[in-house]
């Protein structure tokens, strides 16, 4: 029985065919949320194994994300538990010293994700009480590329984020007409190539905001649609962070009024944004935020462009041709390019078995701050539509939750394997 349980990485992986036993839980995301969870879990005593579909830690950050991305909060809501940003970092860290600080992270907890494993399902047995966990290898250089592996554990945290798959519209046209680029927001880094040239961004959010200000910064020239009402707040007030402000009036004000304050003093720093094209909702912004998880947007100079003329408003879209765009209005737009910043979604649904803690759109079915814990050793770890800040909030009460439950049982006896008909080794 000794030799059908040995550490990961003590043998040759190439034979496939094999499962794991993980003493632990298995975390599936290596963002920062799965990282966050692991440190605390480190910091509990607990094992645990990572799994991650891409190669690197983070690979929102690193793989997807534009060149001149900041942190749009302050750095000291964004740091993960138990290890704050290095002190010479600026107040809104850039995207290189973010996943520096995330490597630094993982280095300093000893997390040391399995990469390349993609997870295809995950399922609970009543009868065993356990979770098996199916992969895939999905580097294509690898020898075993395709092979599977299955993991087996008592706890699962799902940690794959709200971000995990790109949204790509259907817009009548567009991928069967138009002869110019088209690219999703992910896909997009400077917008030095697309120096004078004429650039649709379709959508309005952050992505969308921060891409037309890139394109303007470097020449282009933007159109971004707009296709109903949207929050735009400064990012800073007097000096002062938005969300900070929005957060201390929070815990003495009812929603409502904070909202009205909020827009007050929008209106005040960036003006009448209506006679330019947008149009606020009817809702509040942080009301809406808390109903929807739809984030105001946070002006890092995108307003400055809209105003001056660089980036064009326009309405939205009714169908694209070869060289150019119909917008619902009757405008004619000629192009060379449309960038997509149209979001991204939660992929949960499509390898998760279950019908308790998610929903059908992959996000939990209770909000803040009950979203984090579901039966049968089950979690979800950021996905609170809380930021940084709630995915940090989550590792620790999951750490904590496992925790206990760990210290209990290793106190009695170890937990013992139950092992199929193929050959498991064990993760300690």
Known sequence: MDNMFRLIGSEDFSDRSRCIWVNGPVIVGAGPSGLATAACLREEGVPFVVLERAEC?????????????????????????KMPFPGNYPEYPTKRQFIDYLESYATRFDISPQFNEC??????EETSGLWRIK?????????????????????LVVATGENAERVVPEIDGLTTEFDGEVIHSCEYKSGEKYRGKSVLVVGCGNSGMEV??????????PSMVVRSSVHVLPREILGKSTFEISMILMKWLPVWLVDKLLVILAWLVLGNLKKHGLKRPKMGPMELKI??????VLDIGAMEKIKSGQVDIVPGIKRFSRSHVELVDGQILNLDAV???????????????????????????????????GKSGLYAAGFTRKGLAGASADAVSIAQDIGIVWREETKRQKMRARVGHRRCISVA
């Not at 793989?63 to 000291?76: G, N, Q």
């Not at 997870?119 to 609970?124: E, F, G, L």
């Not at 992969?135 to 706890?155: D, F, L, Q």
Request: net charge positive.
């Open 135 to 155: 992969t895939v290898k999905s580097s294509p250089s690898s020898a075993v590329a395709g092979s599977e592996m299955e993991y087996i554990c008592r706890w």
């Open 291 to 296: 109903v929807t998880g739809k984030t105001p």
């Open 57 to 81: 830690i983070a690979s929102l950050w690193q793989k997807r994300t534009y060149d001149r991305l900041k942190l749009h909060l302050p750095k000291k809501v964004c740091q993960l538990p």
């Open 119 to 124: 997870v295809q399902s995950a399922r609970y």
């Open 212 to 221: 037309s200000l890139d394109l303007a910064n470097h020449g282009a020239n």
């Open 339 to 373: 960038v997509l910043a149209t979001g991204y979604r939660s992929n949960v649904p499509s390898w998760l078995q279950e019908n308790d803690l998610f929903s059908k759109n992959g996000f939990p079915k209770s909000p803040f701050p009950n979203a984090w814990k």
